[in-house]
């Protein structure tokens, strides 16, 4: 399934942020949606997921309390909602999809995810 993100953009710390995962694929409800980011100098690392039918999400613990992941199927859209953002959260963020069967730890690996969307950079200033 084909994937865009979007919603990025320069913010202050404290500000917030909504960013989108979309696809004009119906099979896009097939499919667990992940969210990475990979800052300059870094590996790319798991910020959150959500499974296919909302029926489980995960974060990483460093955006526990911050972010929220939702999604609608009849949008094919996933939603990360993040709060109180801090210059660490500065990073280019991806949305991926997984067909995986089970996803908990599992999907905390981006080797798990088929398919990446392009990203989208979101800035945090200080």
């Known amino acids: 399934v084909q994937l865009q993100a979007s919603g990025g953009g320069l913010v202050q710390a404290g500000d917030s942020l909504r960013l989108s995962c979309s696809s004009s694929?119906?099979?896009?409800?097939?499919?667990?949606i992940g969210w990475f980011r990979q800052a300059p100098g870094r590996e790319r690392e798991f910020v959150a997921v959500i499974r296919r039918n909302s029926d489980g999400t995960y974060f990483a613990d460093d955006v526990k309390g911050r972010f929220a992941i939702s999604r609608s199927n009849a949008m094919n859209t996933v939603y990360l909602q993040m709060n109180s953002l801090k210059p660490e959260d500065t990073a280019v963020y991806y949305c991926a999809s997984t067909s995986t069967a089970s996803c908990s730890t599992y999907c905390y690996y981006a080797r798990s995810y088929a398919n990446w969307g392009k990203g989208t950079q979101v800035t945090v200033s200080s």
């Open positions: 694929e119906r099979t896009f409800r097939n499919y667990h």
